[in-house]
């Protein structure tokens, strides 16, 4: 039954892996539209060789109108799926208000009002029905524990240099932390825009530079391999484990635990950073070892502390409840 709806696909890297127009950022999801609508997650149970199985499906706006659905084996990613079972991905456009995708072994889905349907076109019958769901962070909303350093909790930038509230509420991108940080505990939640039209890194781009130093990239990186520049990459340095990226205006969340790394009195590097980090409650680094600073942020590697720096790359990524602990 599974390959239904797996068929023979083009990858969605193929589709979003070069900057193109980037189109209008959306940042309020009651103006995003009906592509908007149809965007995001899926899931059904199915029963194969006498065992029941998830499947998800991630589809993903392309702009006008123009889709691609990412097929998940075994469940969404964090989920079920494992970089071990083959995902696949399925071209749709929408018409009339309903999504049709691409046919193949007499087979198509259509995707309308938060449903998709497999429908045999030799017999009219719908064989499979995937859901949409809209999963939250374990972590979201997380409140600073007693002791925490309070970075930005919507009221004021006073922790930051340049820093600026957005929508009334949010902290905007292109900001450093006043407060320095060796060893600690990082909590910080962002929202993409919605740029339907945009690829790769035109599309929702940001960075979280851990001590002006190491950059855990922010992007609309939804449906996409998880590469290092992507969502959850630590840039030129480490893919994700998974990629946990939600669609785009989700409230998503970095969770991070870092050691710094360690110098001698002649400033020689004795021990790399080391990083934890949770995507949307997920692990997606597990006791990393950082082998060098990536660009965009301070010069080089050097003794002490460092500041957290959100990048400005030009697109309307928001930020909000941010805090750390020191170890």
């Not at 902290?171 to 919605?194: M, R």
Request: aromatic share 8%.
């Amino acid at each position: 039954m599974l390959r239904i709806f797996l068929g023979t696909f083009v990858l969605l890297t193929a589709v979003a892996g070069s900057a193109c127009g980037a189109g209008p950022a959306i940042t309020d999801p009651a103006k995003a539209g009906p592509d908007f609508e149809a965007q995001g997650e899926y899931v059904a149970e199915m029963e194969r060789e006498g065992e029941k199985r998830k499947i998800g499906v991630q589809v993903i706006a392309l702009g006008k109108g123009e889709f691609e659905a990412v097929v998940y084996p075994g469940g969404l990613p964090g989920d079920g799926w494992t970089r071990d079972d083959e995902k696949r991905s399925h071209k749709g456009k929408m018409k009339d208000g309903v999504v049709i995708f691409e046919a193949h072994d007499n087979h198509h889905g259509e995707l309308k009002d938060g449903l998709i349907k497999v429908i045999n076109d030799a017999e009219q019958q719908t064989m499979l029905e995937l859901k949409k769901v809209e999963r939250k962070s374990p972590t979201l909303d997380n409140k600073p524990p007693a002791g925490a350093i309070v970075l930005f909790d919507g009221k004021n930038t006073d922790a930051w240099q340049g820093g600026k509230i957005v929508d009334d509420k949010y902290l905007g991108v292109g900001t450093t932390s006043k407060e320095e940080f060796q060893d600690f505990t990082l909590h910080l939640e962002f929202q993409t825009p919605f740029m339907a039209e945009a690829r790769g890194q035109a599309r929702g781009n940001s960075g979280m530079y851990l001590q002006n130093r190491y950059e855990v990239q922010v992007l609309d990186s939804f449906g996409l391999e998880g590469a290092d520049n992507e969502c959850g990459g630590i840039y030129q340095i480490a893919k994700p484990i998974v990629n946990m990226c939600y669609p785009p205006l989700s409230w998503q969340t970095y969770d991070v635990e870092m050691t710094g790394a360690r110098f001698d009195a002649d400033g020689k590097r004795t021990q790399k950073a080391i990083v934890t980090i949770k995507h949307n409650g997920v692990v997606i680094h597990d006791k990393l070892e950082l082998k060098d600073k990536t660009p965009g942020g301070a010069a080089r590697e050097f003794p002490g502390k460092g500041p957290l720096m959100l990048q400005n790359h030009g697109d309307p990524v928001r930020f909000r409840n941010i805090w750390a602990v020191m170890k």
